[in-house]
């Protein structure tokens, strides 16, 4: 049986989440920035099928990478993701840039770092949650799937969140 010490989740100090945002929020405006001046894409190819089918959704009411008629139904992507992109192109309309799914993205970075001190308040002692949530939240691929459009953020969240109630579960199972 796994044992857990007693519950830390609300014993996080206020500095301590304060760090941790703030080098969440900072690092992914700073990844941001570099990425539109230096003319980057905020897109893989992945992610322009996902935008295809969240397109597809919002216009004609069909999942599918199909661009015009017949609007055959594809099994080639999962239909999360491209759910999370129609909800914003369904408010932005659909020929608008993708700059709303990509703020919902850094937000969803932003949430998982949060998450991830969450994680690591109830498996290690303090210091060492506030410093490896720090590196999570500064770490190269979290700042770069969080600034480009594609499925990885919102699984990461999901996943984080997931273990967050598992980890509450294990120390309260009433």
Do not use: K
Not at 56 to 79: K, Q
């Amino acid at each position: 049986m796994i044992e857990i010490p007693d519950a830390r989740f609300a014993t996080i100090p206020r500095r301590d989440w304060m760090m941790v945002l703030f080098a969440a929020i900072v690092g992914r405006v700073v990844v941001l920035a570099m990425a539109l001046t230096l003319g980057g894409r905020l897109e893989t190819s992945d992610a322009q099928q996902y935008v295809a089918v969240a397109r597809n959704i919002v216009d004609h009411g069909a999942y599918s990478l199909s661009v015009s008629a017949p609007f055959t139904p594809t099994m080639e992507r999962a239909p999360g993701y491209p759910v999370f992109v129609a909800g914003f192109l369904a408010i932005t309309g659909t020929s608008a840039p993708l700059t709303l799914p990509i703020v919902a993205q850094m937000l969803l970075g932003i949430a998982s770092a949060v998450l991830f001190l969450l994680i690591a308040t109830e498996l290690l002692p303090a210091s060492w949650a506030v410093g490896c949530s720090l590196l999570y939240a500064v770490s190269p691929g979290q700042l770069a799937h969080s600034v480009v459009l594609g499925a990885d953020m919102l699984f990461t969240v999901e996943l984080l969140a997931c273990i967050v109630l598992c980890l509450r579960q294990l120390r309260n199972p009433s």
